[in-house]
């Protein structure tokens, strides 16, 4: 069955730096991939969404990346601030293209 | 204007009782789904609905069933709840499954 993997729980760093997030997958081959942040105490949000044919998509001071050789996306939030300071979550279309799996997540803390 | 939104946000019920939560999005979307997030913030898909129809169903208990009255609601009933139902659980919507989701602010269920 398909894995995903966030590649840790917890990421500290200092405004103004880039963090960076990678999320792996095992037995599959997607067809896209998402990033979705979440709050504590709120639903996700939607980030970013990237296609198979796809190897990189910006949006202001993020940026995603999609290697399915590697088989893994890697997220970047650029001058970082304390407000980006949450949990981002990965999430894979599934087999049959009908739902989100969604990674465990890494909860990110940007310290001024 | 609230895009997809729960009720109730909050809810406390004894083991053995019923309960439902209600879920509607306006955005007009095709696909509706029911999420259950764990004390270790792990987001599994339970449900999902197109256009009324049941087209995923993950391998949860039959005590929970989702009722969609129209493309715009779906609701999850729940009977006979255990301790191990205690979750926050999330509705989302999407125009279809290769887009992104929009998440509602999430139901708070303990079960005592």
């Known amino acids: 069955s398909q894995k995903i993997e966030q590649n840790s729980e917890a990421l500290n760093i200092q405004e103004g730096k880039t963090a960076t997030l990678t999320c792996n997958y095992t037995?599959?081959?997607?067809?896209?991939l998402q990033w979705y942040r979440q709050d504590p105490g709120r639903g996700p949000v939607f980030l970013l969404l990237?296609?198979?044919?796809?190897k990189e998509k910006r949006k202001e001071r993020l940026k995603v990346t999609f290697d399915t050789t590697l088989k893994q996306s890697l997220f970047h939030i650029t001058a970082s601030q304390p407000a980006d300071s949450a949990t981002y979550l990965c999430?894979?279309?599934?087999?049959?293209?009908?739902?989100?799996?969604f990674g465990k997540g890494t909860t990110l803390s940007v310290s001024s | 204007d609230t895009a997809v939104s729960q009720t109730p946000k909050y809810l406390v019920t004894q083991m053995g009782n019923d309960k439902s939560i209600k879920c509607e999005q306006n955005?007009?979307?095709?696909?509706m789904y029911w999420y259950k997030q764990d004390s270790k913030k792990f987001l599994k898909i339970m449900f999902s609905y197109n256009n009324k129809e049941l087209i995923i169903n993950e391998t949860v208990p039959n005590r929970f069933s989702p009722k969609s009255p129209d493309k715009a609601h779906l609701n999850l009933h729940i009977n006979s709840l255990e301790l191990g139902d205690s979750a926050v659980y999330f509705c989302?919507?999407?125009?279809?499954?290769?887009?992104?989701?929009?998440f509602g602010p999430g139901t708070r269920l303990t079960v005592l």
């Open positions: 989302a919507s999407s125009q279809d499954a290769y887009n992104e989701q929009f």
């Open positions: 955005l007009g979307h095709d696909t």
């Open positions: 037995n599959y081959s997607p067809a896209y």
């Open positions: 999430a894979l279309d599934d087999q049959a293209g009908t739902a989100l799996i």
């Open positions: 990237i296609r198979e044919n796809e």
